[in-house]
Antibody, heavy 119, light 107 residues
Framework: QLHLQESGPGLVKPSETLSLTCTVSGGPISGSSYYWGWIRQPPGKGLEWIGSVYYSGSTHYNPSLRGRVTISVDTSNNQFSLKLSSVTASDTAVYYC???????????WGQGALVTVSS | DIQMTQSPSSLSASIGDKVTITCRASQNIKTYLNWYQQKPGKAPKLLISSASSLHSGVPSRFSGSGSATDFTLTITSLQPEDFATYYCQQSYGNPYTFGQGSKVEIK
């Protein structure tokens, strides 16, 4: 059974870079017919797709975040990562990693990681 | 961006009730519409894809319908485990956007 787990700092200072890693177990990222992506949810609010990566390294990003976001993949460790630069308080959210089908269905998801942007 | 608007934002219902949630897209998305259920403190789970295809393991009391801009999620005979927030999501084009959510609460 596929399992995804987010990890990374829970507190980031304004203007710095948020970095999270998603570790996948129960199946390989490499060679799979899926995208691997990040979604965030500000406290008490809705869901926002951030972007996705294929095992080859090709990416799709939400245009609203393009320029600040980088998603990369590390097939040797079965992980993929998110970097979001120049963060502000509005980037405070629970960040989820998830597997995505080629027709953009999300699931399964990790349990989520709360990242707070504050000095 | 394609805007997804759900209604109602919240509703109160009793066990055994029939519940209907609607989702409207800001442009024609054919049937590229999916529904998710999220319980407090948990990640969302896929319920329905392509507007009406029930995901594996999802109870048959859940159903979806619609096309183009107007879609519906129906729960017949609401069960205790169905109290949650439901989100629609369009998979028609980047960015892949979600509705604001519809919270189903116990009356």
């Amino acid at each position: 059974q596929l399992h995804l787990q987010e990890s990374g700092p829970g507190l980031v200072k304004p203007s710095e870079t948020l970095s999270l890693t998603c570790t996948v177990s129960g199946g390989p990222i490499s060679g799979s017919s899926y995208y691997w992506g990040w979604i965030r949810q500000p406290p008490g609010k809705g869901l926002e797709w951030i972007g996705s990566v294929y095992y080859s390294g090709s990416t799709h990003y939400n245009p609203s975040l393009r320029g600040r976001v980088t998603i990369s993949v590390d097939t040797s460790n079965n992980q993929f990562s998110l970097k979001l630069s120049s963060v502000t308080a509005s980037d405070t959210a629970v960040y989820y990693c998830a597997r995505l089908t080629f027709d953009w269905l999300f699931g399964p998801w990790g349990q989520g990681a709360l990242v707070t942007v504050s000095s | 961006d394609i805007q997804m608007t759900q209604s109602p934002s919240s509703l109160s219902a009793s066990i055994g009730d029939k519940v209907t949630i609607t989702c409207r897209a800001s442009q024609n998305i054919k049937t590229y519409l999916n529904w998710y259920q999220q319980k407090p403190g948990k990640a969302p789970k896929l319920l329905i894809s392509s507007a009406s295809s029930l995901h594996s393991g999802v109870p048959s009391r859940f159903s979806g319908s619609g096309s183009a801009t107007d879609f519906t999620l129906t729960i017949t005979s609401l069960q205790p485990e169905d109290f949650a927030t439901y989100y629609c999501q369009q998979s028609y084009g980047n960015p892949y956007t979600f509705g604001q959510g519809s919270k189903v609460e116990i009356k």
